[in-house]
């Protein structure tokens, strides 16, 4: 049996609802989860908002976790993306980009060696309007068909389950539920998702409440054959 701990948070580089940046909050909301791989989406390097900082390098240094990195968003030595963060050693990592009205996407695999299997982890944040979630959703299925079982996607859609461009999901993936029904994003809206494509023999997710940024995290245990 394989057991594993997920969170997906969308960070907004640590910016709080006070309107303060403060990393310490996200790596304190990471450590409180006791999750085993964590896909965050909304990270900075070197950018002056967030202090110049490699927000990643000092997160995993902190968690004392395997990281990588996928910059969406690239300005000479400034970046903007998503990342992964793992208790487990990453032994491979993809990056897929698509492109967006005022920003670049991506999508950001990585398979990860645990103790008894090899699972693919993708991280993944989508456009604000449904514009360019229209042209980007395509683009995310067929980057997920080319990996097998097991596989779990997580990320910010900036949608909730009942859009329609959400349907093509359900015939590959599952997602995992949240065990009551909360919002994930400051708005009110469940916009932050975890779906996996294997049978599982049990899987449960839930909300971690939390003022570090305008999402709140998302855990999932899961447990597969």
Not at 71 to 92: D, E, F, M, R, T
Not at 119 to 140: A, D
Not at 159 to 167: G, I, N, P, S, V
Request: proline content about 4%.
């Amino acid at each position: 049996m394989n057991d594993i701990s997920l969170m997906t948070y969308s960070v907004r580089h640590g910016k709080g609802l006070d309107g303060h940046t403060k990393l310490h909050r996200i790596a304190e909301e990471i450590a409180k989860s006791n999750a085993d791989v964590v896909a965050l989406q909304g990270i900075d390097r070197y950018i002056p908002r967030s202090g110049f900082q490699d927000q990643l390098k000092k997160l995993s240094k902190q968690l004392g976790m395997y990281s990588c990195f996928s910059p969406s968003v690239n300005l000479l030595v400034s970046q903007y993306g998503n990342a992964i963060l793992s208790n487990y050693p990453i032994i491979k990592k993809e990056i897929t980009f698509m492109k967006g009205t005022k920003e670049r996407r991506s999508i950001l695999m990585a398979k990860i060696q645990m103790d008894k299997a090899v699972v693919t982890v993708m991280n993944t944040h989508l456009g604000k309007s449904t514009n360019e979630r229209t042209k980007q959703v395509p683009i995310l299925l067929n980057t997920l068909n080319q990996y097998g079982q097991p596989s779990i996607l997580a990320g910010d859609f900036n949608m909730e389950k009942h859009d329609t461009l959400m349907k093509p999901f359900n015939f590959h993936w599952q997602k995992i539920e949240l065990q009551e029904k909360c919002p994930t994003f400051k708005n009110g809206k469940e916009i932050d998702h975890i779906f996996v494509n294997m049978p599982t023999e049990f899987s449960s997710a839930w909300v971690q409440h939390s003022t570090s940024s305008d999402h709140h995290p998302v855990i999932a245990r899961i447990q597969w054959s």
